[in-house]
């Protein structure tokens, strides 16, 4: 009978009772590596890595065996391995790794490890408290941060809401960075972050060292309003209990039933007038943390003494490092545990918390060395020219809310009108996520009144507003938003003097903030500020020697008496060359296969020309699957037919055709039907 395939094991791993490295002098982060696996769990099938197997225990012993090996062991998320985060630890330290090494694949330490494997269900918290006070002692970094999560081991200890490891982490620091935010929870604190995972326990720790209850994070959230409903923890049998004793204990905060005892003796009494003056002085009273020299503690009494002059501060320390019980030559001040009681000057006491700052060292002071003062010079107006220059190019170009624009290809006879920038943002009524300047027209030549569909996004007079894509607008200038009605008498010459003159320029403004003022509530303002400078500059730039602008010819009319108007037209000259290859211009016509940018769909175009709902030219894709909105019908008018789902209307630039951008192949905007 031939032996079980598992018993036949391969060569045996180098084992040796001791082989620790020196600690490396600066961390490293190790690059991703597979776990190892026995042959006994390999043919069992198993997948995860089992440190009380025979077979494991040798390769994890072995000299063989990596850090990085190691750390993927760390990352199987089962009891086997977290039970165990000890010993892998221990393991990682003894080939030489410094306690700051990190997990390339995950960005986290082994602090970070160690604070996660304390979770209850799947890890063990006396052995990741063990590990915990291990490598605080080597003097780990406790403030560094995951770069994918942006959390510390404060946070990761509160998420999965291990208190004793959290309670290690603040004694260390003193509860200095007891509410440090966490950019993954909407810079919330740890008291956010444990109140949204109803982490009661971490919580209470939290509050012991001092967290502020009224913080809120980017959202304007206290800690008590991100509690969650009882919908999201299904699974939790006593999910209801829990969010009910989170919400009383982020509003009535910690009750300490423990009073402090009043001396019945007059003048010796923690409401004397004098131990309350040095406390409200020093920010402080009584049940307040407190850090006496390097000890942490809670503050128990404050006031005159029978023992000593003076004023005096009893604390009750965490760990038995005091000298009494709160008693002193027969005379009870408080109550605490034998030896944990102290007394120290008032000077000596310091609140514990986000406000405690450890003393710096003193330094040796030097003899002063002989200053030469050549004077002071003002260099707070001097700046880098090119930024000087994009800040001017900016200002002239860049179209704002409160500007004065012309509006170009509207219903108005002249294929224009003029108006005021009032919206600038992403809306709702577009699948596309460009920005639109929403215009109140200064003639009633619009669609709207500013709003569309149900959403107010601006105010305006009836007919007079319009939502228009940049391309669609010239800023004037201070002197064109003088000019009123009597343009229009110069239409004649307004083709010629666009053409050998430049572009409108804009005088310098102040500088007017970007406002969104639409009024739906799935806008975000980081969409409508996070690609509008550096879009609107490109186009404005790119655009500047061939915009039209009607308000040309009366600038031209308008300058000083001086110049004399010339008694001549001109004329363009088309220059020949016989050299010159002749490229016949394609177009987008109805009928040809395009592709979505955004999806990567491809799709066959029904309809190119304008649309009720939004200005400028709209293109109509019927898509090959079914991932469109409609079936060409969009508010009650049809643009083309469809299947069901398989219809959208988007922009010319959101579709390619052979690589070539939409925007590209179009005609002039006269050419398409209104």
Known sequence: MSPAPWTSSPEPLVLEDDYTVAPRSHPVSHPPVDAPLCVTCRHLDLSFFDPDCPGCS??????????????????????????????????????????????????????????????????????????????????????????????????????????????????????????????????????????????????????????????????????????????????????????????????????????????????????????????????????????????????????????????????????????????????????????????????????????????????????????????????????????????????????????????????GPDRGCRGTVRFLGSVDFVDDMADWYGVELDQPLGRHDGTVQGVRYFAAGKDRGVFVTLNKLTKLDAGENIVEEEACDLSLCESTLSRNSPAPTATPTPATTRVRRSLSLRHHESRAASAAPSLTGSLCSSRAGSALSRSASVRQRGLSNDRATPDFQTSTVTVYNKFAKKVTKKFLEVGQGVMSIPNKEMGLVKYIGHADFAAGIWIGLELRNPKGKHNGVVQDRRYFTCKEGHGVMVRPKTISVHGINGQDLLRPASHYPV
Not at 205 to 223: E, I, M, Q, S, Y
Not at 240 to 252: F, P
Not at 297 to 308: D, K, N, V, Y
Request: charged fraction near 25%; include cysteine; glycine fraction near 8%.
């Open 58 to 411: 040798e390769i994890l012993k072995s000299r063989e065996t990596s850090i990085g090996q190691i750390l993927a062991i760390m990352r199987q998320w089962v009891p086997q391995t977290q039970h165990n985060i000890d010993k892998l630890i221990m393991e990682v330290l003894k080939r030489g790794a410094h306690p700051d090494d990190r997990d390339s694949l995950t960005d986290m330490s082994l602090l970070m490890y160690a604070c996660k494997a304390g979770a209850s269900g799947v890890g063990d918290v006396e052995a990741a408290t063990k590990i915990t006070t291990y490598l605080v002692e080597l003097g780990c970094d406790l403030s560094a941060r995951c770069r994918w999560t942006d959390m510390a081991s404060l946070h990761y200890s509160t998420y999965f809401d291990v208190a004793p490891v959290l309670a290690i982490l603040l004694h260390r620091t003193k509860g200095a960075d007891v509410d440090t935010q966490c950019v993954e929870y909407e810079s919330g604190t740890a008291l956010h972050i444990a109140a949204a995972n109803l982490s009661l326990g971490a919580a209470r720790v939290l509050l012991k060292f001092g967290a502020d209850t009224d913080t809120t994070d980017d959202l304007g959230r206290k800690p008590v309003e991100c509690i969650p409903d009882a919908s999201h923890f299904e699974l939790v049998p006593d999910a209801q209990e829990l969010i009910q004793r989170m919400t009383t204990l982020l509003s009535i905060g910690l009750e300490d039933k423990r009073t402090p005892a009043t001396i019945s003796r007059s003048g010796v009494s923690t409401k004397s007038i004098s131990g309350r003056t040095v406390l409200q002085a020093m920010g402080l009273k009584v049940n307040d943390r407190v850090v006496v020299g390097s000890k942490l503690g809670t503050l128990r009494f404050c006031g005159t003494t029978e023992f000593s002059t003076g004023i005096w501060a009893g604390v009750e320390l965490d760990n038995a490092e005091g000298k009494n019980d709160g008693t002193v030559k027969g005379m009870r001040y408080f109550h605490c545990t034998p030896g944990h009681g102290i007394f120290v000057a008032a000077r000596a006491v310091a609140k514990a918390g986000s406000s405690y700052r450890p003393k710096e060292p003193e330094t040796r002071s030097r003899a002063p060395q002989k200053v030469v003062h050549h004077g002071k010079v003002d260099v707070s107006h001097v700046q880098a020219k090119f930024h000087s220059a994009m800040a001017v190019i900016a200002e002239r170009t860049e179209v704002r809310v409160g500007d004065r624009v012309w509006v170009k290809d509207t219903l």
